[in-house]
C-alpha cells in the first residue's frame, strides 16, 4: 500500500513538473512574440527588498510583482502586460526609481506573492527610513527656514526632509494640502498648526504615491479615503506614523499623525496638576475602588493624564488592562486592548470581557454610550478603579452628559470618584522670555478672574501680578512657545456632592458647590501658572474660552 502511495506521488510531482515546464515554454514563446525580457523565477529565493517595493495588495491588484531591485533600478515581473503596468511604471519613475517589464509565468508570480509571507512585520519593514536629529537638512532658526529648504531638496528627499523637519520640531501632525496652484505644508506644533511652505504642485503626486507605498496603501485607488501606517526610527528610537488620505478638489489630502515611543506618556509629577487638585487626586486613585473621569475636547490630553495615574498605579500585583481606540503608547506590565467596532470589539463588549480577567484597574478610552457607562458603574461599585474619558466643556458638566446617557442617578452618584477637566496650553520659550506691562483692561480682566478664587482653594495667589512672553528666537524656531502643559479643575464627590447627584441637581449647582469645597476654574489655574512665567495670559485666554 505504501509502495502505491508513492508511485502516486511521484507521478503527481512528475505531472506538476511537466505542466510547469509547459507553461514556462508558454511565456517563454509569448516573451517572444511581445518583445519582452523573459525570466523563469520559480525555485529561486525571494528578494524581500524587492519585493518592499509594492505592497501585497498593490502586486494583487496590478497582477505584477518586483523581484529585483539594486539602488532605484527595478525588475517587474509581469503575466500579462497591460496599460495598468505602464502606469504602474510610471508613478514609480515619479519615485525616482527606473523600472523594466519582464514576462514571468503564473507560477513564477505565485512564487513571488508567497514571498510577501516571509517578509517582517509592518514596523520592520517600514524601518528602512532611518532620521538622525543631526541631519543639517533638518535644522533651521525659524519654520520660515524650513519651507525654504523643503522647497529646494529633491522629490527622492522631500519625503525624509519633510518627516525629520518635522520630528525635530516636534511635530504631531503633517498636513499635505493640494490648494490650486501650491502645495500648502503645514505642522501642528503644540496643538497649533503652523505655515511651514507652499511648493509646486507638481510634487503633490510623487509625494502620494511614496506615501501610500510606505504605508501599503492602494496606489491606483484616489477617489476614497485611505489609511494606512508605516514606521520609522528617528535617533534610534522608534516612531510610528499614522496616515490619513482624502480625496479634495484638488487632489489627495495627506493628513500623517506622528507618535513618537521616547516621547510617550508622562510621570504624574509632570502633568502640571498642583496644590489642591494634586492632593485630591491623589487620594481618590489610592482607594481600592471607584471611577476617576478625565473631560475635555478631542486633543486637550486626557488620556495622557490616565497613562500618567495608570504608571504611577502599576506595581507588582497589580493586574491593570485598558481598552483604546487606538492603542498610541505601549506601557510596561499592562495589558492594552484595541479596539475593533468592525470584529464587534467595542467599548462596551470589551468592559464585559474585560471583568472576566480579573483586574484590579481597567481604563475605559471613553464612555459614548449608555451600556458602556453603565458597566463601568457597575465595575466601580464591585472593587475595582475605573479610569475613563468623555466630551464635556468642563468637571461639572461630566454628571449631566452621563444622566443624559441614561445612567441612574442612584448608580451614578457612588460610582464615580472625582471628575478632572483639561486643557493643554503651550509654555512660553525658556531661552526669549521676558515681563511685560500688560494693558489696563487685560490686567483688570485677570484680577477679576482671580478675585473670585475661593478661599477653600488654598491657592497663593501674589500681591504683585508679573506677566510674561516670549516674542520668539531660534532656539523656539520664532514661535515663542515650547512644549505644553495642563490646565486643570477638578473636583471629588463629597457627601454632599453625591448628594446633589441623586437629587439631579444642575450643572451650575455642581459647580457652585464644587467651587465652595475648593475647585480652581480652568481659567484659574491657568492664570496662575502664567503668573509664573510658565505660559502666558493669551495663551490661557485661547484654550479656556473666557
Given at each position: 500500500m505504501s509502495n502505491q502511495a508513492d508511485k502516486a506521488m511521484r507521478l503527481k510531482q512528475v505531472y506538476s513538473e511537466l505542466n510547469r515546464k509547459f507553461e514556462e515554454e508558454e511565456t517563454q514563446r509569448q516573451a517572444l512574440k511581445l518583445n519582452l525580457p523573459y525570466i523563469n523565477?520559480?525555485?529561486?529565493?525571494?528578494?524581500?527588498?524587492?519585493?518592499?517595493?509594492?505592497?501585497?495588495?498593490?502586486?494583487?491588484?496590478?497582477?505584477?510583482?518586483?523581484?529585483?531591485?539594486?539602488?532605484?533600478?527595478?525588475?517587474?515581473?509581469?503575466?500579462?502586460?497591460?496599460?495598468s503596468h505602464q502606469q504602474l511604471i510610471k508613478e514609480l519613475k515619479e519615485l525616482d526609481y527606473t523600472a523594466e517589464i519582464y514576462l514571468i509565468s503564473h507560477s513564477s508570480l505565485q512564487h513571488l506573492f508567497g514571498g510577501y509571507n516571509v517578509l517582517l512585520s509592518t514596523k520592520q519593514r517600514s524601518s528602512e527610513i532611518k532620521l538622525i536629529s543631526s541631519d543639517p537638512r533638518f535644522k533651521a532658526a525659524s519654520i520660515k527656514e524650513f519651507?525654504?529648504?523643503l522647497s529646494k531638496v529633491s522629490a527622492t528627499e522631500l519625503i525624509d526632509v519633510l518627516l525629520g523637519s518635522a520630528l525635530d520640531l516636534d511635530?504631531?501632525?503633517?498636513?499635505?494640502?493640494?490648494?490650486?496652484?501650491?502645495?500648502?505644508?503645514?505642522?501642528?506644533?503644540?496643538?497649533?498648526?503652523?505655515?511651514?511652505?507652499?511648493?509646486?504642485?507638481?510634487?503633490?503626486?510623487?509625494?502620494?504615491?511614496?506615501?501610500?507605498?510606505?504605508?501599503?496603501?492602494?496606489?491606483?485607488?484616489?477617489?476614497?479615503?485611505?489609511?494606512?501606517?508605516?514606521?520609522?526610527?528617528?535617533?534610534?528610537?522608534?516612531?510610528?506614523v499614522r496616515v490619513s488620505v482624502l480625496p479634495s478638489a484638488y487632489g489627495e489630502s495627506i493628513v500623517m499623525r506622528i507618535l513618537r515611543q521616547d516621547k510617550g506618556s508622562l510621570q504624574f509629577e509632570e502633568l502640571g496638576i498642583v496644590g489642591l487638585a494634586r492632593e485630591r487626586i491623589l487620594k481618590e486613585i489610592e482607594k481600592p475602588n471607584g471611577m476617576i473621569l478625565t473631560t475635555g475636547p478631542t486633543g486637550s490630553g486626557k488620556t495622557t493624564t490616565l497613562y500618567a495615574i495608570l504608571k504611577r498605579l502599576n506595581e507588582?500585583?497589580?493586574?491593570?488592562?485598558?481598552?483604546?481606540?487606538?492603542?498610541?503608547?505601549k506601557i510596561e506590565g499592562i495589558t492594552q486592548t484595541p479596539i475593533d467596532t468592525r470584529a464587534g470589539m467595542t467599548f462596551a463588549s470589551g468592559l464585559r470581557a474585560i471583568f472576566r480577567q480579573d483586574p484590579d484597574i481597567i481604563m475605559v478610552g471613553e464612555m459614548r454610550d449608555l451600556e458602556t457607562a453603565e458597566t463601568a458603574c457597575q465595575v466601580a461599585l464591585?472593587?475595582?478603579?475605573?479610569?475613563?474619558?468623555?466630551?464635556?466643556?468642563?468637571?461639572?458638566?461630566?454628571?449631566?452628559?452621563?444622566?443624559?446617557?441614561?445612567?441612574?442617578?442612584?448608580?451614578?452618584?457612588?460610582?464615580?470618584?472625582?471628575?478632572?477637566?483639561?486643557?493643554?496650553?503651550r509654555k512660553i520659550c525658556t531661552a526669549c522670555k521676558e515681563s511685560?506691562?500688560?494693558?489696563?483692561?487685560?490686567?483688570?480682566?485677570?484680577?477679576?478672574?482671580?478675585?473670585?478664587?475661593?478661599?477653600?482653594?488654598q491657592a497663593d495667589i501674589p500681591s504683585k501680578l508679573n506677566f510674561y512672553h516670549s516674542p520668539g528666537c531660534s532656539v523656539c524656531k520664532g514661535l515663542g512657545y515650547r512644549g505644553r502643559m495642563?490646565?486643570?479643575?477638578?473636583?471629588?464627590?463629597?457627601?454632599?456632592?453625591?448628594?446633589m447627584i441623586t437629587r439631579g441637581a444642575t450643572t451650575t449647582e455642581i459647580r457652585n458647590q464644587a467651587i465652595s469645597e475648593g475647585m480652581l476654574t480652568m481659567a484659574q489655574d491657568g492664570l496662575l501658572k502664567a503668573l509664573q512665567g510658565i505660559t502666558d495670559v493669551e495663551e490661557v485666554f485661547r484654550v479656556t474660552e473666557e
Open positions: 523565477l520559480y525555485g529561486y529565493p525571494t528578494d524581500t527588498q524587492a519585493l518592499n517595493v509594492l505592497s501585497k495588495e498593490d502586486a494583487q491588484t496590478h497582477d505584477a510583482a518586483v523581484f529585483f531591485r539594486e539602488g532605484r533600478v527595478l525588475k517587474l515581473g509581469v503575466v500579462k502586460p497591460s496599460p519651507g525654504q529648504q511635530s504631531s501632525d503633517i498636513h499635505v494640502e493640494p490648494e490650486g496652484a501650491d502645495l500648502k505644508i503645514r505642522f501642528r506644533i503644540d496643538g497649533v498648526l503652523q505655515d511651514v511652505a507652499a511648493l509646486s504642485l507638481d510634487t503633490h503626486h510623487q509625494m502620494v504615491s511614496r506615501i501610500k507605498i510606505l504605508s501599503k496603501m492602494k496606489l491606483n485607488i484616489t477617489t476614497t479615503p485611505q489609511d494606512g501606517s508605516f514606521g520609522l526610527t528617528f535617533n534610534q528610537s522608534q516612531v510610528d507588582p500585583g497589580i493586574k491593570i488592562i485598558t481598552l483604546e481606540d487606538p492603542v498610541e503608547y464591585t472593587g475595582h478603579i475605573v479610569l475613563s474619558t468623555l466630551h464635556t466643556n468642563d468637571a461639572p458638566s461630566a454628571i449631566p452628559r452621563l444622566l443624559d446617557l441614561g445612567v441612574k442617578p442612584f448608580v451614578l452618584a457612588p460610582a464615580i470618584n472625582a471628575i478632572i477637566a483639561q486643557r493643554l496650553v511685560y506691562k500688560p494693558s489696563g483692561r487685560l490686567q483688570e480682566r485677570v484680577e477679576m478672574i482671580l478675585k473670585a478664587v475661593p478661599k477653600s482653594a495642563g490646565v486643570y479643575e477638578a473636583f471629588n464627590i463629597s457627601d454632599e456632592i453625591e448628594k
